[in-house]
């Protein structure tokens, strides 16, 4: 019971992380300075880095980077900004990795389960053969 628990919590996590999707980021160069800001659905108030609420790669632009107010665009002009967005973690890579750690879980679990399976066979096969060689005098 508890490794189909387990099992399932696994099943249940790539399918969350799969879900996800995967977080992009906004690299503004001004000059020859950049800096990158992460684009998300939800800002966070608590950290120090710009955040920009409900952006996505459609809004990674020259206007977007001036108006981030970054220290590195000061004075800078349109011309001289240059922006690229990009993404980590792509679903490709989740699905990699996530397989091979289910692949690698789910031999671990037949191996153990096989090594346990081939113990109880043997012992079966002692406790028979030990009780065939004793045989009954009389009757109580």
Known sequence: MARLYILLTLFGFMISVLAASPPSFCKCSCFSNSTIIPLSTHSSPSSDTPRAAGATC??????????????ICKNAEEKDVLTTCFQRDSRKDQIVVLTFIAVTVGLLGWATVRKVMEKKNVEGVRMAGSQEQYMRVGRR
């Open 58 to 71: 459609n809004t990674c632009n020259k206007a977007f980077c001036l108006a981030q107010h970054l220290p």
